[in-house]
Nanobody
Framework: QVQLVESGGGLVQTGGSLRLSCVVS????????MGWFRQAPGKERKFVAA????????YYADSVKGRFTISRDNAKNTVHLQMNSLKPEDTAVYSC??????????????????WGQGTQVTVSS
């Protein structure tokens, strides 16, 4: 059973930074591509960033390019999301996810099979 557990969320002022982490257990982490999604109250879940299994390729939503960085540490079964220059519109529950297949569309939530419970990020103005 693959389990994903996020941490690192919290309350931060506009312009601040947070680093989210997602620890994966129960599977071969180094074989998984990984993604981060977010969902604001009353809105659909949206893609944030993704990284391939070896870390060689990364993908970002236009809204976070240049501000967020996704990375992974396969030795620690962990994927990170470094978020800088945060804005109130970044407020959401952030979830990490993993697809069970090798070939996937990084920005499509339907392509992910395993999800964490999410961590709340709130950016005050």
């Amino acid at each position: 059973q693959v389990q994903l557990v996020e941490s690192g969320g919290g309350l931060v002022q506009t312009g601040g930074s947070l680093r989210l982490s997602c620890v994966v257990s129960g599977g071969t982490f180094s074989a998984y591509n990984m993604g981060w999604f977010r969902q604001a109250p009353g809105k659909e879940r949206k893609f944030v960033a993704a990284i391939t299994w070896g870390g060689g390729n990364t993908y970002y939503a236009d809204s976070v390019k240049g501000r967020f960085t996704i990375s992974r540490d396969n030795a620690k079964n962990t994927v990170h999301l470094q978020m800088n220059s945060l804005k109130p519109e970044d407020t959401a529950v952030y979830s990490c996810a993993a697809p069970s297949r090798t070939y996937w569309l990084p920005d499509s939530a339907s392509g992910y099979d395993y999800w964490g419970q999410g961590t709340q990020v709130t950016v005050s103005s």
